[in-house]
């Protein structure tokens, strides 16, 4: 999982427990998802029919943003993926490719929709990154996701099988082992025990289940740049053919398991 997704869904799942409880446990800067940030900040355009259009800072950091969400009267947070095609797992491998997190602010009559964007400044050596994240998308209608956790459990664990005896056959033990590991994280009792941020949600709010999908799908994001798993190529058309289908599927899979974890 990359910082930029670990660090929406964290503010997503944080986010929802300070509107519910006006409060929430450590979260900035001590989460974990924050450890190579400067600074964090929440921007949005305000309008002007006499002037150009100004960027306005409407909160310093993640905490002054949860209480400018329920000063405004925001009713929940939720994950939405936006994909740009079905090649989106090849286009993972270059910055900005693979598709759009955005975290849906969820108010009575309609929603908006935050991005965030990373710059890296290179003078600072432990924390380089300064990240916005800006409302891009304004009073629309609400989307809140919503998939069946379990059917979507059983849909990637179908892929899972088939791309790790794929994998096994056609590439290398690697590889098989790391989709394997997936499956089985799909049944553990205790699926986030290693995982590298384990601050990465307020774990208390979500089911069994949920955790199950989204630690499973973690491990299954094996997507990227060179050494990743869509930097191959085989020689045989048909088994070529067999990697990109389910490669598709398995992205698919995974950005729809992420969702349905958290929004679910």
């Known amino acids: 999982m990359t910082g930029i997704l670990a660090q929406t869904i964290a503010t997503v799942s944080y986010g929802n427990e300070y509107l519910k409880l006006n409060k929430t446990n450590e979260f900035y800067p001590q989460n974990s998802t924050f450890q190579h940030c400067n600074n964090v900040d929440f921007r949005e355009m305000k309008k002007n029919i006499f002037t150009k259009d100004t960027e306005i800072i409407v909160a310093n950091n993640p905490i002054e943003w949860f209480e400018f969400l329920k000063k405004n009267c925001c ?12 090649d989106d797992y ?23 929709f935050w991005i965030s964007n990373w710059k890296h400044n290179k003078e600072l050596k432990d924390k380089p990154w300064n990240v916005t994240y800006g409302k891009s998308i304004s009073k629309r209608a609400t989307i809140n996701r919503q998939y069946d956790v379990l059917e979507t459990k059983n849909d990637l664990q179908n892929i899972l099988e088939r791309i790790t005896e794929f994998a096994y056959q056609e590439t290398t033990e690697n590889w098989g082992k790391i989709f394997e590991n997936s499956k089985i994280t799909l049944e553990s009792e205790n699926p986030e025990v290693d995982f590298y941020h384990a601050d990465l949600l307020c774990w208390e709010n979500y089911k069994i289940k949920n955790r199950q999908l989204l630690m499973s799908a973690s491990k299954a994001l094996v997507f990227g740049g060179m050494g990743s798993w869509n930097d191959m190529w085989f020689e045989k058309e048909e088994v070529e053919k067999l990697y990109t289908e389910m490669s598709r599927e398995l992205y698919k899979m995974i950005m729809k398991g992420i969702e349905s974890s958290i929004n679910g």
């Open 90 to 112: 090849r286009a993972s491998a270059f910055v900005g490719g693979g598709g759009n997190w955005y975290i849906e602010a969820i108010y009575k009559n309609h929603s908006d």
């Open 75 to 86: 009713q929940k947070l939720s994950l939405y993926f936006q994909s740009e095609n079905d």
